[in-house]
């Protein structure tokens, strides 16, 4: 059997959803393999996890009923321009795990339907500005894994429907300002773990529909004042594992509608006055392994909506008379693990709506009376790991029970000791 045969027939079995007992070495992907004239009618072709390098011009030639087409898993380091030309109703292109270098303009102009394209996990350096021009369908684009440093402006521009973008785990430092400006529609964007050290103003503008932004992983040092104004829509924002010493004013700025935020694993060490005021829809903020020492008073003042405040793992000593003002709608605080060692008196004050406090892990051994005023809403306040507990007499429930009353707690809140 002469080896384009078994090429033939062993693709042929492929698209009919038959396992292929054995395979060769197709080195070069071209129409020739395809002569057996039931392919084209296909509507899925499955080659992946063969040992193809190149996939050469019009090699899909009257495959006009394709749907997906799975190429991942290969050794293709080399695609021609006119390699897709014919898939017009090509919906699904997968390409991850390959060779892939760079990315030329008009690769994939060709096929006007396709709605996923994935190229994670290739060594692509470049990409030719306007390479995705004439993609209106394409709502998913994977990045992933490569070996980005720059975006630079044009180069993701003509993909008008475009709902998903992952770029993460490339070595990109360096973001043009309205690099995404052509991405409208954009809900999804992934940066997570590459080498960005300051966002810039301008940098997200254009991403009006922009729902969930990761950045984490990052090098990231500063947020310049209204660097995120671009993505007005923001809900999520994921911010952990970077370099931040501060909070600074105005890192925020416009995005209002934020809900979800989450700074964990930086370097924070103080929070500027008025930093997080114009978040009035956020629900959740975690601070949690940070660097903070002194809970400030009026830091999370503005912060109406906020549900739930993590500030664990930090290195807080002191919490000052205020900290928690404006805090109406919060139920859930954890402060574990820091080095508190007296609750002052009304130091939560203003906390109405709080349902449970977790201080466990830290240094107390004193209390003052009417330490918890004010939190009328109380269930669970949890000491456990503190030295304040040590003592079996604190174990037992009467003592337990006076120490509430003491303490400024509402009947039947409990007190894990």
Not at 71 to 100: M, P, W
Not at 239 to 255: H, M
């Given at each position: 059997?002469?080896?384009?045969?078994?090429?033939?027939?062993?693709?042929?079995?492929?698209?009919?959803?038959?396992?292929?007992?054995?395979?060769?070495?197709?080195?070069?992907?071209?129409?020739?393999?395809?002569?057996?004239?039931?392919?084209?009618?296909?509507?899925?072709?499955?080659?992946?996890?063969?040992?193809?390098?190149?996939?050469?011009?019009?090699?899909?030639?009257?495959?006009?009923?394709?749907?997906?087409?799975?190429?991942?898993?290969?050794?293709?380091?080399?695609?021609?321009?006119?390699?897709?030309?014919?898939?017009?109703?090509?919906?699904?292109?997968e390409l991850s795990s390959n060779l892939v270098p760079s990315i030329g303009k008009g690769l994939f102009n060709a096929m006007p339907s396709l709605a996923t394209l994935s190229i994670d996990g290739n060594r692509i350096q470049s990409i030719e500005k306007n390479a995705f021009e004439g993609m209106?369908?394409?709502?998913?684009?994977?990045?992933?894994?490569?070996?980005?440093?720059?975006?630079?402006?044009?180069?993701?521009?003509?993909?008008?429907?475009?709902?998903?973008?992952?770029?993460?785990?490339?070595?990109?430092?360096?973001?043009?300002?309205?690099?995404?400006?052509?991405?409208?529609?954009?809900?999804?964007?992934?940066?997570?773990?590459?080498?960005?050290?300051?966002?810039?103003?301008?940098?997200?503008?254009?991403?009006?529909?922009?729902?969930?932004?990761?950045?984490?992983?990052?090098?990231?040092?500063?947020?310049?004042?209204?660097?995120?104004?671009?993505?007005?829509?923001?809900?999520?924002?994921?911010?952990?594992?970077?370099?931040?010493?501060?909070?600074?004013?105005?890192?925020?700025?416009?995005?209002?509608?934020?809900?979800?935020?989450?700074?964990?694993?930086?370097?924070?060490?103080?929070?500027e006055i008025g930093a997080l005021s114009g978040l009035p829809m956020l629900q959740y903020l975690d601070l949690e392994s940070n660097r903070i020492q002194v809970v400030q008073g009026g830091r999370f003042r503005g912060l109406r909506s906020l549900a739930h405040l993590v500030l664990s793992r930090?290195?807080?000593?002191?919490?000052?008379?205020?900290?928690?003002?404006?805090?109406?709608?919060?139920?859930?605080?954890?402060?574990?693990?820091?080095?508190?060692?007296?609750?002052?008196?009304?130091?939560?004050?203003?906390?109405?709506?709080?349902?449970?406090?977790?201080?466990?892990?830290?240094?107390?051994?004193?209390?003052?009376?009417?330490?918890?005023?004010?939190?009328?809403?109380?269930?669970?306040?949890?000491?456990?790991?503190?030295?304040?507990?040590?003592?079996?007499?604190?174990?037992?429930?009467?003592?337990?029970?006076?120490?509430?009353?003491?303490?400024?707690?509402?009947?039947?809140?409990?007190?894990?000791?």
């Amino acid at each position: 059997m002469a080896k384009r045969d078994f090429q033939s027939k062993c693709i042929e079995s492929l698209v009919r959803g038959n396992p292929c007992v054995s395979k060769a070495l197709w080195g070069h992907l071209s129409s020739e393999w395809f002569s057996n004239s039931s392919v084209p009618s296909s509507r899925s072709v499955d080659l992946r996890g063969n040992n193809i390098e190149s996939v050469k011009e019009w090699a899909f030639t009257g495959f006009a009923n394709l749907a997906t087409l799975y190429l991942q898993d290969n050794k293709i380091h080399c695609i021609h321009k006119d390699a897709f030309r014919g898939l017009t109703s090509l919906t699904y292109l997968e390409l991850s795990s390959n060779l892939v270098p760079s990315i030329g303009k008009g690769l994939f102009n060709a096929m006007p339907s396709l709605a996923t394209l994935s190229i994670d996990g290739n060594r692509i350096q470049s990409i030719e500005k306007n390479a995705f021009e004439g993609m209106p369908s394409l709502q998913h684009l994977y990045l992933q894994g490569n070996r980005l440093e720059l975006i630079e402006k044009g180069v993701l521009d003509g993909m008008a429907a475009l709902t998903l973008l992952r770029l993460q785990n490339n070595r990109i430092h360096s973001i043009a300002k309205s690099a995404f400006n052509d991405l409208a529609r954009l809900t999804k964007l992934s940066l997570s773990g590459n080498r960005i050290q300051t966002i810039e103003k301008g940098v997200f503008d254009g991403l009006l529909a922009l729902k969930t932004l990761w950045l984490d992983g990052n090098q990231i040092q500063s947020i310049e004042s209204g660097a995120l104004e671009g993505a007005p829509s923001l809900d999520f924002l994921y911010l952990e594992n970077n370099r931040f010493p501060s909070i600074g004013k105005d890192a925020f700025r416009g995005v209002s509608s934020l809900k979800f935020l989450k700074l964990t694993s930086n370097s924070i060490g103080s929070i500027e006055i008025g930093a997080l005021s114009g978040l009035p829809m956020l629900q959740y903020l975690d601070l949690e392994s940070n660097r903070i020492q002194v809970v400030q008073g009026g830091r999370f003042r503005g912060l109406r909506s906020l549900a739930h405040l993590v500030l664990s793992r930090n290195r807080i000593r002191t919490i000052e008379e205020g900290a928690f003002d404006g805090l109406s709608s919060l139920t859930k605080l954890t402060l574990w693990m820091n080095e508190l060692e007296v609750i002052a008196q009304d130091s939560f004050s203003g906390m109405t709506s709080l349902t449970f406090l977790d201080l466990s892990r830290n240094r107390i051994t004193r209390v003052d009376g009417g330490a918890f005023n004010g939190l009328a809403s109380l269930r669970t306040l949890v000491l456990t790991g503190n030295p304040i507990c040590d003592s079996p007499a604190a174990m037992r429930t009467p003592t337990l029970l006076a120490c509430g009353r003491l303490w400024g707690l509402p009947a039947g809140a409990a007190i894990r000791c």
